[in-house]
């Protein structure tokens, strides 16, 4: 069963803001939200995670709502480079990261 | 962060054969992971590499296919054995983080079996 649910695509335009939606509506107490990127041809990446307050990093910040079923990665000015697929992962304590098949995010001039 | 480097970046092997891929970490780990991710595809969990004991594997890989080992805390192993076409797939270690869950994952071991 999927843990997290996201579009499988979406665009966005140079130097503006992306907004990546997550849902995970089974999120239990003790779960936290990863997101990590893959660019082409390149590993995983991590990129911020969180419990129930939202993060901030020098990549992104991570909006979980107040019940914990969604959350939003923003990537506040994205650029060329950050074009990538991104994962939503749903995990607790040292387990293992179950990848589904992200959102693949195009960044155009 | 980890620094993790694998070996070789990329292979072409012929049916029947192995390859063991090397993953070096640069600093000590408590755990190593080995996935494989297939053309077009997520990434998929194949084992745990523990240190000092054997590997754990996910639900459809085994040690005779994909044997693992992990001498120490900053190195492992993986062996894709007797290869068919359909291993062809782009093979990637992590490794746990100082942060709680956080993973580093290596660049990747590209295999094509012809």
């Known amino acids: 069963d999927a843990k997290t649910t996201q579009p499988p695509s979406m665009d966005c335009a140079e130097g503006r803001a992306a907004n990546l939606p997550c849902n995970h509506s089974?999120?239990?107490?003790?779960?936290?939200v990863y997101w990590y990127r893959q660019i082409h041809s390149q590993g995983p990446q991590y990129i911020i995670h969180?419990?129930?307050n939202n993060e901030t990093n020098e990549m992104a910040s991570l909006i979980i709502t107040e019940d914990r079923k969604s959350s939003t990665l923003i990537l506040p000015h994205a650029t060329l480079r950050d074009t990538a697929v991104y994962y939503c992962i749903v995990i607790s304590g040292y387990s293992t990261l179950t990848f589904g098949k992200g959102t693949m995010l195009l960044v155009s001039p | 962060s980890a620094v993790i480097s694998q070996k070789p970046s990329r292979d072409i092997c012929q049916r029947g054969t192995s390859l063991t891929i090397q993953c070096q970490v640069d600093s000590q780990v408590t755990m190593m992971f080995w996935y494989r991710q297939q053309p077009g595809q997520s990434l998929t969990l194949i084992a745990t590499?523990?240190?000092?004991?054997?590997?754990?594997?996910e639900s459809g890989f085994v040690i005779d296919k994909f044997p693992i080992s992990r001498p120490n805390l900053t190195f492992s192993t993986l062996t894709v054995s007797n290869m068919s076409p359909e291993d062809s797939s782009i093979y990637l270690c992590?490794?746990?983080?100082?942060?709680?869950?956080?993973?580093?994952f290596g660049p990747g071991t590209r295999l094509t079996v012809t």
């Open positions: 590499a523990n240190q000092g004991s054997e590997a754990t594997y």
């Open positions: 969180g419990l129930k």
């Open positions: 089974t999120i239990s107490g003790n779960e936290y």
């Open positions: 992590s490794v746990t983080g100082t942060a709680v869950d956080e993973q580093y």
